[in-house]
């Protein structure tokens, strides 16, 4: 039971360094955010963790964090998806967004339905 507890704290804290060496990242130049990118996935493969939204943030053949100077950013309508192209590497990630749109339909859809509920009943 201990050891659980010791492996809960553990993680909390590899997860709040990885957030902590992205924001580094953000705030200084490529060859050092390069070098905190290269860290905060050290941390987080040694922890066990899951990147989750971060994985868009840098490239994944090279680590570089993204910008606006050294990437390309498309969305493609027809695939329905995001595509961010690497300029060091020239590595094309790509990210589905069709959920993203049907999470929006259904908010929408729910609030449609209770403002027409709210209409009938004055």
Known sequence: MAYKRDEEKFKGLAEERTEI????????????????VKSAIRIAKFCNLRLGNKK????????????SENSKVRLNSKKKRT???????????FYGYEREQKEKRKKKNILESGEQLRNKFK
């Open 56 to 67: 868009a943030l840098f490239c994944r053949q090279c680590q570089t964090f993204f910008n």
């Open 83 to 93: 595509e961010i192209l690497c300029l060091r590497c020239g590595y094309k990630r």
């Open 21 to 36: 060496l992205f924001w580094l990242a953000k705030a200084n130049t490529e060859e050092v955010a390069k070098g905190y």
